[in-house]
């Protein structure tokens, strides 16, 4: 059981952050594979495999459906938000990512020509569904994980 008192932990905040913690680490570790390089600052990069949106939001719903109930008005709160996010990463996100990638061609092109700046956009902004799906899994083993490790 989780102690109360000044270093009471909020379960499902851990839950949370640690299937955040987990998708980064992830994405560096297959960034490090497919480049042979290591870039810290590649953990709080947007995109990739998996989504640590989704395995956050999951993680946080199902950390909230196990502490109170799944019928409870609370987790459905949860599940919406959850879903919002996971629809959103891989329409809305994805489609702004697709459309910065065209902008940086364009600008590409026309930096050759004339002389603007070449500031360039974020391009890796949003998922596959592929990505939301195992970001979504890694949430639900996450909060399995902690529960069971630190009790409910």
Known sequence: MIAEGPWHINITIWSGFAAWMLAQLIKLLLYIRRTGRFDPAFMLRLGGM?????????????????????????????LTFAVIVMIDAQTVRRAAGLQARLLNQIVD????????????????????????????????????????????
Not at 52 to 68: C, K, P, Y
Not at 115 to 143: C, D, N, P
């Open 50 to 78: 998996p989504s640590s949106h989704s395995a956050t939001v999951t993680a946080v719903a199902l950390s909230v459906g196990l502490r109170t109930g799944f019928s409870s008005t609370l987790f459905a709160l949860a």
């Open 109 to 152: 092109e026309l930096f050759r020509e004339h002389h603007i700046s070449q500031q360039k956009l974020v391009e890796f902004l949003g998922h596959t569904r592929l990505e939301v799906l195992f970001g979504m899994l890694l949430g639900v083993f996450t909060a399995l994980l902690i529960h069971g490790k630190l009790g409910m």
